[in-house]
């Protein structure tokens, strides 16, 4: 089975600081990790994902993440928060051998951007 | 490319009656679609898988007789919520995995409202 556990349900930073928004896995199989970013009453975009290639992966709006299998970790990070970085950013995994690639998705971290 | 659709992005029925919610794959083939559940400030839920041809898969806990899934063709699956009661309102998204199946892309999601 496969899981991931966003540490923080709540991040608050300020316009022009570095976000950076936290994302533990836990998988028997070699995972499959996003990370979807939502915005009020609409749907998940994708913002990148890693499928075992290169473990630095770039995603869009500037975002980035890093797969450290030795910590279990993928973390999502952006140099310099904008006011439109403000939503609801889940992080979820799929085993590579799932049927059918359902996700198992995160609590959500509540991103805030302040002036 | 690989755009998910839903209908209707929004319903309010009265409680006992029927809502049929709409999922369609635009510009690819699907023969897997998912079901997620959210409610307020929470994460989303997998209710069940929609395979094309055969019976939904249903997640423990998610009544099947409740939520009816009909996928009828390779680009369109339904939810149907038979008999719906308040505590049915809730956010509906649905998932397909796109061209070469390693990721999930969203519909825009269904806010059902029972009164």
């Known amino acids: 089975a496969q899981s991931v556990t966003q540490l923080g349900s709540h991040v608050s930073v300020s316009e022009g600081a570095l976000v950076l928004l936290r994302c533990n896995y836990s998988?028997?199989?070699?995972?499959?990790l996003f990370w979807y970013v939502q915005y009020p009453n609409q749907g998940l975009q994708l913002l990148l994902k890693?499928?075992?290639?290169?473990?630095l992966v770039k995603g869009i709006n500037g975002f980035e993440a890093e797969f450290k299998k030795s910590e279990t970790s993928f973390h999502l990070t952006k140099p310099s928060a904008h006011m439109s970085d403000a939503a609801e950013y889940f992080c979820?995994?799929?085993?590579?051998?799932?049927?059918?690639?359902?996700?198992?998705f995160g609590k959500g971290t509540s991103l805030l951007v302040t002036p | 490319g690989a755009v998910v659709s839903q209908h209707p992005s929004r319903v309010i029925c009265k409680s006992g009656t029927s809502v049929k919610i709409e999922c369609r794959s635009l510009?690819?083939?699907?023969?897997?679609m998912f079901w997620y559940r959210q409610f307020p400030k929470q994460s989303l839920m997998l209710m069940a898988t929609?395979?094309?041809?055969?019976?939904?898969?249903?997640e423990q806990g998610v009544e099947k007789d409740k939520f009816l899934i009909n996928h009828a063709s390779l680009t369109l699956s339904t939810l149907t919520v038979t008999s719906a009661h308040p505590e049915d309102s809730s956010f509906y998204i649905c998932?397909?995995?796109?061209?070469?199946?390693?990721?999930?892309?969203f519909g825009p999601g269904t806010r059902l409202t029972v009164l």
């Open positions: 998988s028997s199989v070699p995972p499959y």
């Open positions: 979820a995994v799929s085993g590579a051998s799932n049927s059918g690639y359902a996700l198992n």
């Open positions: 929609s395979n094309e041809g055969s019976k939904a898969t249903y």
């Open positions: 510009d690819f083939q699907a023969t897997t």
């Open positions: 998932s397909a995995p796109g061209p070469g199946g390693d990721t999930q892309y």
């Open positions: 890693y499928t075992s290639a290169a473990t």
